[in-house]
């Protein structure tokens, strides 16, 4: 089907279904305020993107400053990740996800992240579908996460700074 140069530059001329959520857009992802960084353990933070309740999905980035085991984990669903900044692996695997690298975690994986010795901060884009289980190294539940859980935390640290508890609305769907 062909269109005119004109036509081609032409926005789309009818409305949009009166059903389809808002976009987000996030000019500032990795933002100079630290106070839009919300803490999950000791030097160890997430920036929320997307909070999407409606679908059960978050995405976020993960940022560490602090070399170590950071947690041992399983999703029921697949993850995907690409790296900013730095370098991590998983104790399961042979493979380091480095700094422009993307990665996948199939569903039902369970996997240890480990920061290296020689890595100062690293920050990697994570859109987490569903539930992230905590366990111990022999499946023993510990814990979960979800986007309500994130959601809650995003809350209570945002009115925490001073950003008020309805800023994290800006990122829910």
Known sequence: MSQTEDQARMPYQLPMPAEAGRDIVVPDAVPQDDR???PQAENVFFR?????ASQGYWVNIL???RSGVLSRHRHPNPVHGFVLKGRWRYLEHDWVATEGGYVYEPPGETHT???PEDV???MT???VNGVMYYVDPWGKHLGFEDVF???EMCRKHYTDV???ADYVDQFIR
């Open 113 to 115: 992240l480990v920061v």
């Open 63 to 65: 940022k560490v400053q």
């Open 125 to 127: 884009l994570f859109q």
């Open 120 to 122: 100062d901060e690293m």
């Open 149 to 151: 859980t994130k959601i």
């Open 162 to 164: 001073g950003l008020g």
């Open 48 to 52: 929320p993107l997307c909070l999407n």
């Open 36 to 38: 839009v960084w919300v």
